[in-house]
């Protein structure tokens, strides 16, 4: 079991924080290009989870997967997003990306006046201690399956 990648969106669309772990294969297309596919993705999917669910979601569009990969999602109440992609055999991710939000994007970008909320995270300490964060996971594997 593995991760692979991290996004974090604002609520507008836009990248804040892209890192990336055990990703085998590249896009091909500029990363600009990259977070622009997967934001519009997200939206679409939340779109139509929300239209076609036959009973009412609370939480909304939590997570999918295809025969390769399974992605994750979480949503704060300020429009912050989390995307985790990680291989088929992680469980389910939202208390992780939401103590990701909590203790380390609260703590270390929200809290901190030298970082400008809304724009790309330029925080050393928040990368270190994000990396950290993951490598730490119980489903954490730098040899991806």
């Known amino acids: 079991m593995t991760v692979h990648n991290l996004y974090i969106f604002d609520r507008n669309g836009a990248c804040l924080h892209y890192s990336e772990w055990n990703r085998k294969k590249q896009a091909g297309i500029s990363k600009e290009e990259e977070f622009k596919l997967m934001y519009g993705m997200l939206f ?5 989870v929300s239209k ?10 939590l997570a999918f997967q295809t025969s390769r990969y399974k992605l994750h999602y979480y ?4 429009g912050i997003k989390l995307v985790m992609n990680t291989d088929l055999g992680v469980p389910n991710c939202r208390d992780t990306l939401q103590q990701i939000y909590s203790t380390l994007y609260v703590e270390y970008i929200v809290k901190n006046p030298l970082c400008v909320l809304g724009e790309s995270l330029q925080s050393d300490l928040f990368c270190s201690k ?4 993951i490598r730490a996971l119980p489903f954490f594997s730098v040899r991806a399956a």
């Open 44 to 48: 679409s999917i939340r779109s139509f």
């Open 52 to 61: 076609m669910s036959p009973v009412d979601m609370k939480d909304g569009f």
């Open 75 to 78: 949503e704060t109440p300020t």
């Open 130 to 133: 994000l990396d950290s964060f």
